[in-house]
């Protein structure tokens, strides 16, 4: 079976033969080639060249279009700011929306063009170059996400309160351009669409079911329209919103080293398939291949069958390679002279 049918079967039928391995990995993705990574978000070319390198020598069933959370923006003419080895960045100095006015002329980008094209095209490489052997991830910013990056996330979190009518008109615009935007990488080959929404772990209960859960639902929904899988994934603790998220009926659920692996099956369900959530950096990076091992047995064991096996969030550059290889090598192992892996002993 192969890494794309093995977890498309998971999301299908929430049993696989074996656990799927998804960490993210985008600067230590670019850390296989000799390019720097400002070329890794800038070319497609690059980028397929870096995924698939990655997904061969650390044996991860998929590859990710995913990049920076500015390609959106970018396209909407925010400031962007360029780095030679780290991701770029919206300029919250010089927000797109720091006139609110500004919001009710912007048009809707071209998502086969600029940067979000580019991403267009990558996602297109993958399918290409991976002829159907690993799932192909998309991606694209959730509606508070896109609205931190193109209104400044520190002035967004009073727009909440000052002016609620305004947060609704721009979380709109932010999801019917996402909503754009995943068509055009579904139509280019994408199995599946990350869904990035991490400034919306920064809000209560109350603002997420009035401002951000309908908006998340509505691109979730546009996504499965498409005939396409979705995986939400929200840095930081979304233990409080875990009841809302149960409802939005994303295909994945991603979980962060703070958000407890059995809570969240508690709050989801079993059939929910969640995917995490080891600590990228004292774990993932600063610990061992067993303590790796040790940590995805404790969180298949909390999780069940519905489960995918990942780091809370990006893997770190300068990872060890025997660190981010155990990740397959614990999904392979089994138990000698059982054939069973070890988690059903």
Known sequence: ?????????????????????????????????????????????????????????FGFDYVSAISDPCREAADFGAA????????????ERAALLADKRRLYSLGLPDPAAG????????????????????????????????????????????????????????????????????????????????????????????IYAQFVWPEEKRLLDAIHGFGCAARLHICGDIAPLLPQIAGLGADILDLDSMVDVAAARAACGPR??????????????DGTPAQIHAALDACRAAAGDAYIAGAGCEVPRRTPDANVRAFAEWSRRLIPGTGRPPWDS
């Open 1 to 57: 079976m192969t890494g794309r049918e093995l977890i498309l079967n998971l999301v299908r039928d929430g049993r696989a033969p074996r656990v799927p391995v998804m960490p993210i990995t985008m600067m230590l993705a670019c850390d296989q080639t000799h390019y720097a990574y400002r070329d890794y978000a800038a070319n497609c070319r690059v980028l397929a060249e870096a995924q698939l390198a990655a997904a061969a020598r």
């Open 80 to 91: 962007v700011r360029w780095f030679d080895h780290q991701p770029p960045a919206a300029d």
């Open 115 to 206: 940067r979000m094209g580019d991403r267009v095209q990558a996602v297109a490489l993958l399918r290409s170059r991976t002829q159907r052997s690993l799932l192909v991830e998309g991606w694209v910013e959730g509606p508070c996400a896109e609205a931190a990056d193109l209104r400044g996330i520190n002035t967004l979190m009073t727009d909440f309160f000052d002016d609620p009518a305004f947060v609704a008109d721009l979380f709109g615009h932010a999801t019917e351009n996402a909503i754009r935007f995943a068509r055009a990488q579904v139509q280019a080959g994408a199995d599946l669409i990350g869904i990035g929404d991490a400034a919306a772990s920064l809000v209560g209960p109350e």
């Open 272 to 285: 929910q398939v969640l995917l995490g959530n080891l600590d990228p950096v004292r774990l993932v990076k």
